[in-house]
């Protein structure tokens, strides 16, 4: 009697890119909505597949696709970590999630995480052309070329988050208890007054204080950034006697909506100790707002253990999580509406 055993060796289809999507086109901060636990995303239809979430040193370190589906107990931070791409291949993943939200993916995915600022696909969008960016990546951006500032020089360099500049001009009192100026050779902060961005810098030690409007600076604006900067000084116990104000030669805008890029690249000049040029074609405009947004996902923390949906970490009331197939993000099956018996899934980022 004889026996034969018969072997089937399964191949997974091949990953495809998505195709770009079609375009869509101004200063508030979005916040991404709350926890929805009950939607419930449509069966996709042999989705395209993007390929995994950027990984640029420990930036984005998703864990890698298991063979089976994974226990809803417990958040992915035990599980096995998808090998790092090199420099090249990180940023043009990046470069790639960039163009999908630029072309019109306004999805609640979460793309990265700069200190507290979270940028979602959606926050990514609004970098894009002919749109005003808004405070969460004005703030993010801020935070990244201080801290490559402070990295590079024995000086140290601090921003006031937008809120905060805002107030300040607005003659209110921000909270900036921790903060002592004279522990910093430069501060900054980026304004924002009627849907218009502007940069003001202090020179804590030099008694001296720059504001740079992208459509150019009045003597009553001079005057104003002056008053501003003198009492933040004093209220911090500095010595304010014979403060001064003054802007110096820069590019202007010369559309409606790239106030806030024109800030960002003023401050990135000044912290570069660079003269404060650069061209202003629509092209070069472009390009600087793909140049932040690269920046901004290439600069994230480690996202692996939060949902990209919400956010959040693992909490008391949902500690099931879910992986999409196609991209290896983690999410809240309470956040996208899986049923905790759900075998597979495709996050709104993956579904055609």
């Given at each position: 009697?004889?026996?034969?055993?018969?072997?089937?060796?399964y191949h997974p289809p091949l990953l495809q890119?998505?195709?770009?999507?079609?375009?869509?086109?101004?200063?508030?901060?979005?916040?991404?909505?709350?926890?929805?636990?009950?939607?419930?995303?449509?069966?996709?239809?042999?989705?395209?597949?993007?390929?995994?979430?950027?990984?640029?040193?420990?930036?984005?370190?998703?864990?890698?696709?298991?063979?089976?589906?994974?226990?809803?107990?417990?958040?992915?931070?035990?599980?096995?970590?998808?090998?790092?791409?090199?420099?090249?291949?990180g940023k043009s993943l990046a470069e790639k999630?960039?163009?999908?939200?630029?072309?019109?993916?306004?999805?609640?995915?979460?793309?990265?995480?700069?200190?507290?600022?979270?940028?979602?696909?959606?926050?990514?969008?609004?970098?894009?052309?002919?749109?005003?960016?808004?405070?969460?990546?004005?703030?993010?951006?801020?935070?990244?070329?201080?801290?490559?500032?402070?990295?590079?020089?024995?000086?140290?360099?601090?921003?006031?988050?937008?809120?905060?500049?805002?107030?300040?001009?607005?003659?209110?009192?921000?909270?900036?208890?921790?903060?002592?100026?004279?522990?910093?050779?430069?501060?900054?902060?980026?304004?924002?007054?009627?849907?218009?961005?502007?940069?003001?810098?202090?020179?804590?030690?030099?008694?001296?204080?720059?504001?740079?409007?992208?459509?150019?600076?009045?003597?009553?604006?001079?005057?104003?950034?002056?008053?501003?900067?003198?009492?933040?000084?004093?209220?911090?116990?500095?010595?304010?006697?014979?403060?001064?104000?003054?802007?110096?030669?820069?590019?202007?805008?010369?559309?409606?909506?790239?106030?806030?890029?024109?800030?960002?690249?003023?401050?990135?000049?000044?912290?570069?100790?660079?003269?404060?040029?650069?061209?202003?074609?629509?092209?070069?405009?472009?390009?600087?707002?793909?140049?932040?947004?690269?920046?901004?996902?290439?600069?994230?923390?480690?996202?692996?253990?939060?949902?990209?949906?919400?956010?959040?970490?693992?909490?008391?009331?949902?500690?099931?999580?879910?992986?999409c197939d196609l991209c290896l993000r983690w999410?809240?099956?309470?956040?996208?509406?899986?049923?905790?018996?759900?075998?597979?899934?495709?996050?709104?980022?993956?579904?055609?």
């Amino acid at each position: 009697m004889q026996h034969y055993t018969l072997m089937i060796q399964y191949h997974p289809p091949l990953l495809q890119h998505h195709p770009p999507f079609s375009n869509i086109s101004p200063c508030s901060s979005i916040t991404p909505p709350p926890p929805r636990s009950n939607i419930t995303p449509p069966a996709p239809t042999s989705p395209a597949s993007p390929p995994p979430p950027l990984q640029e040193g420990n930036c984005l370190s998703p864990p890698s696709a298991p063979t089976s589906p994974p226990a809803p107990a417990s958040p992915p931070s035990s599980l096995p970590i998808t090998p790092l791409p090199s420099a090249s291949q990180g940023k043009s993943l990046a470069e790639k999630y960039v163009q999908d939200a630029f072309t019109g993916k306004n999805v609640f995915v979460l793309l990265s995480k700069v200190n507290a600022y979270k940028l979602f696909y959606f926050d990514i969008n609004k970098i894009g052309p002919d749109m005003e960016l808004e405070s969460q990546s004005i703030n993010a951006f801020m935070a990244v070329i201080v801290k490559d500032y402070n990295s590079q020089n024995t000086g140290q360099a601090a921003f006031i988050d937008s809120f905060a500049m805002t107030a300040m001009w607005q003659g209110k009192s921000p909270r900036l208890k921790k903060m002592n100026p004279m522990n910093y050779e430069i501060i900054l902060g980026i304004n924002n007054q009627h849907h218009h961005w502007t940069l003001v810098v202090i020179y804590p030690q030099e008694k001296k204080s720059l504001f740079l409007n992208p459509l150019g600076e009045s003597k009553q604006d001079i005057q104003k950034c002056l008053q501003i900067t003198r009492a933040f000084m004093r209220k911090k116990g500095c010595n304010v006697s014979r403060w001064t104000c003054d802007t110096v030669k820069h590019p202007k805008q010369q559309d409606s909506t790239s106030c806030g890029v024109f800030s960002l690249k003023f401050a990135e000049k000044i912290l570069s100790k660079e003269v404060v040029d650069f061209p202003v074609s629509n092209e070069a405009v472009y390009s600087m707002r793909l140049e932040i947004a690269v920046r901004l996902i290439l600069n994230s923390d480690d996202l692996k253990d939060l949902c990209h949906f919400c956010g959040e970490m693992e909490s008391d009331s949902d500690v099931n999580w879910i992986q999409c197939d196609l991209c290896l993000r983690w999410f809240h099956q309470a956040c996208v509406g899986s049923p905790p018996t759900e075998k597979t899934y495709h996050c709104f980022a993956c579904l055609p």
